[in-house]
């Protein structure tokens, strides 16, 4: 049984579906948060969602030893948005839990 290879098979599959069904998409809602996870790492995560359609994982980031700043939450966003091929104008609405964030994140 090679259990590895198909999952990895299974995993790029998902990866390109991802891709295809977002490139139709035209007003997204981009949600992103962090927290600290049971072994004290600060991660990350970001996911794309539409009325109506299933929301899509865009990627959990460790950012363990790195401030979670407006700056790199950006450069994390963008890193994500780039890995699924998805356009910045297609997304209408970024909402987050932290209202100092979310101004500061709006004016970058």
């Not at 963008?78 to 101004?103: F, G, H, Y």
Request: contains cysteine.
């Amino acid at each position: 049984m090679e259990y590895v290879g198909e999952r990895k098979d299974l995993e790029a599959h998902v990866f390109q579906e991802d891709i295809k069904r977002l490139k139709e998409r035209k007003n997204l809602t981009y949600l992103t948060d962090g927290w600290e996870d049971l072994q004290c790492r600060s991660v990350h995560g970001s996911m794309l969602a539409e009325i109506l359609q299933f929301p899509v994982v865009l990627g959990l980031e460790d950012l363990s030893g790195v401030q979670a700043t407006v700056d790199n939450i950006v450069l994390l966003s963008n890193r994500a948005l780039a890995k699924k091929e998805v356009d910045p104008k297609s997304i209408i609405v970024v909402c987050t839990n932290n209202p100092t964030t979310m101004q500061a994140f709006w004016k970058k």
